[in-house]
């Protein structure tokens, strides 16, 4: 596994077969096999949400994402992690067809979305979920 850490917020570990590109808002980690399905998009960034636990602060950054995007749920919110210093959420849905997987990761003050999209469900899921297991909070 090869590690990513983001702005000293957070850090990361993912495949040795996947690469990342950086980009202005958010960063994109791919899969650079030759069966590769999707992509997965991470922002960061501090929350909004004042006087919220981390678990309703993932909730509704999930929320608005699925409102403005208009995505159709497939799945029932799901708890990955949840005490009073982080919350781990996720979700399956649609949008225009492509099937998305949406995390969000909050510690109260700051949030980690990510967003795994691909033209169906496939196998890279389970690498996606790794991924998501090796999120922490660097104090």
Request: proline fraction near 2%.
């Amino acid at each position: 596994m090869k590690q990513y850490t983001v702005d000293n917020w957070i850090t990361l570990e993912y495949p040795q077969t996947f690469e990342y590109q950086e980009e202005e808002t958010f960063v994109s980690f791919y899969s650079t096999e030759e069966n590769a399905m999707g992509t997965l998009q991470l922002s960061i960034y501090e929350s909004d949400a004042e006087e919220l636990t981390p678990f309703e602060a993932a909730e509704q950054e999930i929320n608005l994402l699925v409102e403005e995007f208009d995505i159709e749920l497939t799945s029932p919110l799901e708890t990955r992690r949840n005490s009073m210093k982080e919350a781990l959420l996720a979700v399956d849905g649609k949008e225009e067809g492509i099937f998305l997987r949406i995390f969000a990761y909050s510690d109260g003050e700051r949030l980690v979305l990510l967003t795994y999209s691909a033209d169906r469900e496939s196998l890279e899921l389970e690498e996606i979920e790794t991924i998501m297991t090796s999120l922490k909070w660097i104090s």
